[in-house]
């Protein structure tokens, strides 16, 4: 296995960059046919492969890419997923070098996607052609792949897929490489997840935008009204202020709360890695606390009035925001929802009036460390890292995991390769080479654990 690997690393990694230049933005419009493209694309490695019975599955929105490798009935089925669209790029003056022309710098893969989650996704195609042509016992399991182009949108099709397909997806397990873990030299693997609740808001004042001279002071300023709106969401403590916001929320115990501050975490080196002098969040809890077991909310967007060169004095007669909140157990997404919108028309001063617009949401999940299949996943990371992993939660959302249990009645194993630093969603996206090529070393011997396990 080795050396198919050794022998091909360099064809790997140069297609994984032509998959790269391909800008499979699902949130434009403008980018559908390189959608189309993306998904192209993936069907034929995946072809090439060896992967069978391979379709473009067309939906309301964008394809999904499905394919599997039915070995023998006996033998247990592991459903594979992942995303092939991206994030938008912008603001494209950030990036240091262009984000859909891939270059491999101070080893790592610089372009959007190549973390979040093409590259991920490509280890998984590498594994399986591995597996297929090393010589070392072929591929010892089923295997079903079902990789989606609406990811970064909300997956607004997925579950409609699924709930089509449920005998077409009929698996043991589900295999997910979107998530990351701690360091290249302290493997983990994610067994929880936050849940995620978004929405716009707008807030109006006058019918047109006006004068400042001649009104200012006279009228709400919408602008000046959605500020203080925020800044009333978080007290000084940090803690968030909609009523009911926390009611629901699991508290861990001190003993779990312990055994999560054994794993490696340096709050300088968290604190250098994003230019701050200082860390910030709910009073009571440690940073690695704060972004995984604990509910936060944050504006992801704020505009109104004039933002061009030089000066116009004008009260905008709109202004907006966009606000997640990150999710944990036993809240949930249509919960949470109907408590921000209550609460945020609530708290709108006299001379505004508000409208609060959800996008996507999910629900948090936490995934079992006793299973044969975590135990098979944290076997394989150990043969290929020579540590154990341990298990962590992360702070990000993926809210097919808690849809895919549902709807499939399948636990999730997050095996991901991302590191924290790889600026998933950012400007200067990228993923480590040694981070791809670990991945497609692994990946196979979790299939060859969870054979034998059964």
Known sequence: MANYLADNQTRFLDELLDWLRIPSVSADPKFHADILKAA??????????GVQNLEIC???????????????????TVLVYGHYDVQPADPYELWTSPP?????????IYARGACDDKGQVYMHVKAFE????DGQGGVPCNIKFMF?????????????????????????VI???????????APSIEVGLRGLSYHEVTVTGPNRDLHSGLYGGAVQNPINALCEMIASLHDANGHITIPGFYDNVDELSADERAEMAKAPFSEDEFKKSIGLPDSYGEKGYSSMERTSIRPTLDVNGIWGGYTGEGAKTVIASQAHAKISMRLVPHQTSAEITALFQQHFASIAPAGVTVEVRPHHGGEPVVTPTDSVAYKAAADAMETTFGKRPVPTRGGGSIPIV???????????????????SDAIHSPNEHFGVFNFLKGIETIPHFYRNYAAAQ
């Not at 591995?130 to 042509?133: E, G, K, L, N, P």
């Not at 808690?402 to 991302?418: C, I, N």
């Open 175 to 185: 295999l997910i490489s979107d998530t990351g873990m701690l360091a290249n030299d």
């Open 130 to 133: 591995m597996m297929m042509r």
């Open 40 to 49: 192209d694309y993936l069907k034929t490695r995946l072809a090439e492969a």
């Open 148 to 172: 989606e182009g609406e990811e970064e949108i909300g997956s607004n099709n997925l579950e409609i897929f699924v709930k089509a397909n449920k005998e077409k997806l009929k698996a043991d």
């Open 100 to 108: 859909f022309e891939p270059v491999i710098k101070d080893g790592n």
């Open 58 to 76: 067309p939906t309301a929105g964008n394809p999904i890419v499905y394919g599997d490798y039915l070995t023998d009935p006996t033998q247990p």
């Open 402 to 420: 808690a849809m895919f249990k549902s709807e499939l009645g399948l636990d999730t194993v997050l095996l991901g390769f991302g590191l924290d």
